[in-house]
Structure formats: structure tokens, C-alpha cells
């Protein structure tokens, strides 16, 4: 039981990072400056925050 709440956990957070990720890039790319370095540095947080919010448990036992 604790192995799967872990497990879907880790797929959340997985995919809360890759659409992050993919967010940050497609921003940089229809803004016209596509992956400075200098810009990267305000989106690493928000990357962070929302894979760390998306691994939090919240699954309600024995539903």
C-alpha cells in the first residue's frame, strides 16, 4: 500500500516536472529568445515548486 502511494507519487511528480519543463521552453520559444541562460534562472524555481508540490501524498486511504 505504501509502495503504490509512493509510486503514484512519483509518476505525479514526474509528469508535473516534464510539463514544467516543456511549459519553460515553449515560453522561451514563441517569446523569441530561446533558451538564455539568463532567463532560465526565474523558471528553475517554479520547476521545483511544482514538482514538489505534485509528489506531495494526497491520496485518501481505502478509497
Request: proline share 5%; aromatic share 12%; hydrophobic share 55%.
Amino acid at each position: 500500500m505504501i509502495a503504490e502511494i509512493l509510486k503514484r507519487s512519483f509518476l505525479r511528480a514526474t509528469g508535473a516536472t516534464v510539463l514544467a519543463i516543456l511549459g519553460v521552453f515553449l515560453f522561451q520559444y514563441f517569446a523569441g529568445n530561446p533558451m538564455a541562460s539568463d532567463n532560465l534562472e526565474i523558471f528553475l524555481p517554479i520547476i521545483f515548486i511544482s514538482t514538489f508540490l505534485a509528489s506531495l501524498p494526497n491520496d485518501k486511504i481505502g478509497s
